[in-house]
T-cell receptor
């Protein structure tokens, strides 16, 4: 069964460094998302992406964050200058289309630790 | 999207049915009920969703009351691997890129 994959599974970085988290959505999906979950807290929406542009973003998704679909398969989240509070699990999700096919499927996540 | 209310935690004996309730009393006619689960910080896993009819798949059954104000997710024969946090999420159909809004969910512990 097709699934969303994410790399790396774990990333440790120093505060102020740039990180890029990578996702390969399910191949025929059209809508892409990033969510994050700080340890012990709820899963929070960051951004959604469709047709090569951001559709919606939360207030968490500030100028330090950017997303890109550099080719036909990858979807990336870049954090330009990481802060301690960016430490979290980051989940990518994708979905096919609308109507009954609106179900979002999540990847296994990347655990980011900022020191 | 309508707000949902779920118990904080539940226990279930292994092999028995786990019945997880969700209250969504303000749901509107075009809102689906989705269930996801999260096993120990893994990515949320889609389980099932429905509009007004009961639904069943290989993982679970979803029973929605006639007035649609509540629903129950049923895992027919719970195993230890079903221990997870279960999220009930209501979402407007055709709401485009509107994200899923996760609450705190129900922590289900399956006990041997």
């Amino acid at each position: 069964e097709p699934e969303v994959t994410q790399t790396p599974s774990h990333q440790v970085t120093q505060m102020g460094q740039e990180v890029i988290l990578r996702c390969v959505p399910i191949s025929n999906h059209l809508y892409f998302y990033w969510y994050r979950q700080i340890l012990g807290q709820k899963v929070e929406f960051l951004v959604s992406f469709y047709n090569n542009e951001i559709s919606e973003k939360s207030e968490i998704f500030d100028d330090q964050f950017s997303v890109e679909r550099p080719d036909g398969s990858n979807f990336t989240l870049k954090i330009r200058s990481t802060k301690l509070e960016d430490s979290a699990m980051y989940f990518c999700a994708s979905r096919l289309a609308g109507g009954y096919q609106e179900t979002q499927y999540f990847g296994p996540g990347t655990r980011l630790l900022v020191l | 999207d309508a707000k949902t209310t779920q118990p904080t935690s539940m226990d279930c004996a292994e092999g028995r049915a786990a019945n997880l309730p969700c209250n969504h009393s303000t749901i509107s006619g075009n809102e689906y009920v989705y269930w996801y689960r999260q096993i120990h910080s893994q990515g949320p896993q889609y389980i099932i969703h429905g509009l007004k009819n009961n639904e069943t798949n290989e993982m679970a059954s979803l029973i929605i009351t006639e007035d649609r104000k509540s629903s129950t997710l049923i895992l027919p024969h719970a195993t230890l691997r079903d221990t997870a946090v279960y999220y009930c999420i209501v979402r407007v159909a055709g709401s485009g890129n509107t994200p899923l809004v996760f609450g705190k969910g129900t922590r289900l512990s399956v006990i041997a």
